[in-house]
């Protein structure tokens, strides 16, 4: 887990938002490899194994096959740091369940810190930050840059939290049969996706998607 990312997280207990204190037993160049973050509102302490969040310790803690995940082709990969205007900067991106298999690519088109909630397996674990558990978005709110949902992440309290931590402007890309939610305005669609902004008020002009790929180098992680 990228340590400079507990500025972002948030405790998703029953209480007022709070930050996250971490305890890093084991940390290897920025990244925390064994460890704990904690909660002073309600005392929960969450572990961190193999550089892998457990948010919630019972569903982290099936089984996951190591090494399964298939990376996706150089168009499907450039198509999607295009619609999350993926660019270098300390706010992260998350990419839940499924379209954690995009991580690693991305992380060679910019240096942008990812989230991949519970991802389809650990291979990412020191490239990218693997959250596994939490019941909604742990992070603090207008934190976040882009997300990118698949089904499994896409129910309805889901969705509206994802809004909610969602920086202003930032993008959210979802399946072509989610109904586009409240605070999001659709930017583009096809017949598998469509791309939405955070609006912050009626206002507010989207930038154009620009596809190509950012210069900088990849993040290196603790494992890369």
Known sequence: MLLALTDHLHCTGDHAA????????????????????????CDVTRGIRGGVLSWDPAV???????????????????????????????APYVLCGDMG???????????????????????????????????RMPFADRSVRGIALDAAHASAERVAYAVRVLAPGGRMVAGSDLALP??????????????????VDHSSVSAPVAIGRAPAAPRRGWNG
């Open 182 to 199: 409240s605070g999001i305005r659709e930017l583009a669609r096809d017949d598998r996706h469509w791309v939405g902004e955070r609006v």
């Open 101 to 135: 298999r995009y991580a690693v690519a991305l992380g060679a088109v910019a240096d942008a810190p990812l989230v991949l909630l519970d991802p389809p397996d650990d291979s990412a674990a020191g490239l990218a930050t693997i959250i596994r558990g939490a019941p």
């Open 60 to 90: 982290a803690a099936q089984p996951v096959a190591p090494l399964l995940m298939t990376g996706p082709d150089d168009d499907s990969v450039i198509r999607l740091a295009a619609l999350l205007a993926l660019v270098e900067g300390s």
């Open 18 to 41: 709070s930050w996250l204190v971490a305890r890093a037993d084991a940390a290897v160049r920025g990244w925390m490899v064994e460890g704990e973050l904690g909660c002073p509102m």
